[in-house]
């Protein structure tokens, strides 16, 4: 196939091997954004499943008003905040609260060394409001472009742009109460 468009149309006419092949190209971001997202593999998983479910049952919904990695990383974000949303929800009725202690989550990707680290950041980032943590996930974890960004959130780049930097605020602010001496050891 010639582009990830041309892809989504033969996905529409219900070629089997072109949604495996856009399955291929997007699985792993995919699963990395929703990894960012719920720190938690196998929820990461169920996410990427329903994902590549509603891709399927929404291409023909695909208009090309955005590249098809926008939409994709669109229904990625929005799939995984639902899911967190619905988490809480069912936290409430078990147990009367929403889950604010999340288990220590060590992502996949993270060097040894800087385990420890990267527990006390993911945490931190999973305390941020939902649109701070969405730029912040999709420009610091995912690297993506900010004007990407903007157009997977549907806002403009100054948005993004005073998204990124209340974040950073607030998890500068969060992180010296988790580790008050962080800043002294470098």
Known sequence: MNSHEDIIQAVVLGDKKAFQELYLAFHVKVYNTALGYVQNEGDAEEITQDVFVKIHQ??????????????I??????TSLNFLKKKNRFAIFRFGKPDTNK????????????????KILFKT???????QKTAFILCYVEDLP???VADIMEISLKAVESLLQRAKKN????????????????
């Open 73 to 78: 990383y669109r229904i990625t974000v929005n």
């Open 125 to 131: 980032i999973q305390s941020l409001p939902d649109n």
């Open 103 to 118: 288990p220590d989550f060590e992502h996949p990707g993270v060097l040894l060394e800087n385990k420890e680290k990267s």
């Open 58 to 71: 929404y291409a023909a919904n695909f208009k090309g008003q955005s590249q098809v990695s926008t939409w």
């Open 146 to 148: 900010q004007q990407e």
């Open 171 to 186: 998890l500068r602010k969060k992180l010296d109460f988790f580790a008050p001496n962080r800043r002294k050891n470098k």
